[in-house]
């Protein structure tokens, strides 16, 4: 079945310093969506990528689809202490209309 | 609150005893997704509808999980027979066809 794996599993940055998380499916993917979820708290939809290389940006947040549309990255400059949290991704294999979510990324943002 | 609503929030069952979720989705959605997580975890899929339709069914559900959305609108996951490895968290989340997913609060359930 499709798998989909983020790496790193966690991440300790310093304040202001960049993060980047990647995303990798086992299948191809009509679409790719990222969720953040707070601790304690439920996934929230951030933005979702359909075109074959797709670039979005969402003020510090950038958001990237591959040429293959496996894989998806999401790079954060100049980290907060609100981007604390697990970010997720979310594929649907090409055809298909389950969503299958990534096994996530953890940031914590230290003062 | 027009956002989706899971009904209970907390859960404390013993263990063969049989439980059953709600959820109610944004109204205008027509997809409707169950999901499981365990602390640490992503969420893990269990189910989708289209409106009442029951498309799929994860592989790794046992016969104890069903599913039903009548008439398209709430939802209700029942675990029969609960075992302690059921205890976690149950995400029932709703999107308009391919669109965002917006979840609901969860169900946290403990088998004792």
């Known amino acids: 079945g499709q798998q989909v794996m983020q790496i790193p599993q966690y991440q300790h940055v310093q304040e202001g310093e960049d993060f980047t998380t990647y995303c990798n499916s086992s299948t191809t993917l009509s679409n790719i969506q990222w969720y953040k979820q707070r601790p304690g708290g439920h996934p929230v939809f951030l933005i979702q990528l359909v075109k074959s290389g797709e670039v979005k940006k969402q003020k510090r947040l950038t958001f990237q689809f591959g040429e293959a549309k496996k894989n998806s990255s999401l790079h954060i400059t100049a980290t907060q202490t609100t981007d604390v949290g697990t970010y997720f991704c979310a594929g649907r294999a090409g055809g298909g209309n389950k969503l299958t979510f990534g096994t996530g990324t953890q940031l914590k943002v230290e003062l | 609150d027009t956002g989706v609503s899971q009904n209970p929030r907390h859960k404390i069952t013993k263990r063969g005893q049989n439980v059953t979720f709600r959820c109610d989705p944004i109204s205008e959605h027509n997809r409707l997704y169950w999901y499981r997580q365990t602390l640490g975890q992503g969420p893990e899929f269990l189910t989708y509808?289209?409106?009442?339709?029951?498309?799929?069914k994860s592989r790794l559900l046992s016969d104890r999980f069903s599913a039903e959305r009548p008439k398209g609108s709430f939802s209700t996951l029942e675990i029969q027979r609960t075992e302690q490895g059921d205890s976690a968290m149950y995400l029932c989340?709703?999107?308009?066809?391919?669109?965002?997913?917006?979840f609901g609060q969860g169900t946290r359930l403990t088998v004792v």
């Open positions: 509808f289209q409106n009442e339709a029951q498309l799929e």
């Open positions: 989340a709703s999107s308009l066809e391919d669109r965002a997913a917006f």
